[in-house]
Nanobody
Framework: QVHLVESGGGLVQTGGSLRLSCAASGGTYGNFAMGWFRQAPGKEREIVAA????????IYSDSVKGRFTISRDNTKDMVYLQIDRLKADDTAVYSC??????????????????WGQGTQVTVSS
């Protein structure tokens, strides 16, 4: 069983930066695709970034492309989300997820199997 724990959220001003971390443990997951998701107040959950098992292929949603960077360090069982030039619309609970069935990066929410509890990111003006 894979367990995921996010950290790094907080209160940041518009235009600022934040780095979120996701620590994985509990099983064999080095060949799993990983993703970052967010759910803003009153909004549905959306995937913002995905990364393949090697860390060489990444995919981003249009709303965050150019500002967010997903990366992973399989030697440390860690996945990261670097967020730059924060906007008010970035305010959300951010969660990481792992796919036991896909090694290629995927933006399909239903293809992820393990989820963390999330970390709150709040952007102030």
């Amino acid at each position: 069983q894979v367990h995921l724990v996010e950290s790094g959220g907080g209160l940041v001003q518009t235009g600022g930066s934040l780095r979120l971390s996701c620590a994985a443990s509990g099983g064999t997951y080095g060949n799993f695709a990983m993703g970052w998701f967010r759910q803003a107040p009153g909004k549905e959950r959306e995937i913002v970034a995905a990364i393949d098992w090697t860390g060489r292929t990444t995919i981003y949603s249009d709303s965050v492309k150019g500002r967010f960077t997903i990366s992973r360090d399989n030697t440390k069982d860690m996945v990261y989300l670097q967020i730059d030039r924060l906007k008010a619309d970035d305010t959300a609970v951010y969660s990481c997820a792992a796919s036991a069935r896909f090694s290629r990066a995927t933006m399909v929410l239903e293809q992820y199997d393990y989820w963390g509890q999330g970390t709150q990111v709040t952007v102030s003006s």
